[in-house]
């Protein structure tokens, strides 16, 4: 067990020297945590009693990184980078969002040219499921999409309607607008954080059955590439 916490606790001070902190605070952690669990097993003393300096050093250092990112996020310096790896799981809407949604998140804006399709629309549905199940308090829900050609743009319009009535029905009012000339994804909170991702909302693969584990459960749905980005600022645009 201390190999393991040696490795882990080397890559938090390398991350930590390369200003790299919100990833490095994950390595203090998770790099005490296996060395806590050495020292419950040591039975030597003077063992013990360095393992406790060196635990006691190493949250000291999680503790002021904690402290460091806090005062970025109140400070609107906030930025995290995901990187989501081809055909990896875990990524579900809620593992990605929910950290952002506490009770003040009121209000919603979604800029993705592609929920046109059947499945991007069911995803767009999803997401506003994770969104009023809460804990935020949304009220409103702003969609900026793109239509889609031919005869799906009137299935594209119908879908939209019903999820807005349905929407109602929890008392959130959703509000589409569409543009031509949109290219950019993006999602804000009305608490300050703003979420890019590469593929929007459309970053899941298709599951290879109806039967298959990750059809329901977007956890263990295989994902496509992309990157996510999550900012912080004071002053969210409103559109």
Not at 147 to 153: I, T, V, W
Request: net charge neutral; glycine share 4%.
């Amino acid at each position: 067990m201390e190999d393991p916490a040696v490795l882990v606790l080397k890559r938090a001070v390398e991350l930590d020297s390369a200003s790299r902190f919100q990833e490095s605070l994950v390595c203090y952690q998770e790099g005490i945590d296996l060395l806590m669990r050495v020292l419950k097993a040591t039975k030597d003393q003077k063992k013990k009693a360095h393992y406790r300096d060196k635990i006691t050093s190493y949250m000291d250092r999680a503790e002021e990184i904690k402290k460091y990112i806090e005062k970025e996020k109140e400070d609107g310096k906030y930025h995290k980078q995901i990187k989501i790896e081809e055909n990896s799981k875990g990524f579900s809407y809620e593992k990605l969002f929910q950290e952002y949604l506490n009770e003040t998140v009121t209000e919603v804006w979604v800029e993705d040219p592609y929920i046109r399709q059947v499945h991007q629309l069911y995803n767009f549905l999803r997401f506003c499921e994770m969104l009023v199940k809460g804990p935020c308090k949304v009220k409103t829900i702003h969609l900026l999409t793109s239509h889609d050609e031919g005869n799906e743009k009137s299935q594209q319009m119908t879908t939209l309607e019903e999820i807005q009535q349905s929407l109602k029905d929890f008392g959130v009012i959703l509000d589409v607008s569409y543009s031509p000339s949109i290219h950019d994804r993006e999602i804000r909170f009305n608490n300050g954080w703003m979420i890019k991702i590469g593929r929007g909302l459309d970053y899941f693969k298709k599951p290879q059955g109806r039967f298959c584990l990750g059809y329901c459960d977007f956890d263990l749905r295989p994902c496509h590439e992309t990157t996510v980005d999550i900012f912080h600022t004071k002053h969210t645009k409103k559109t």
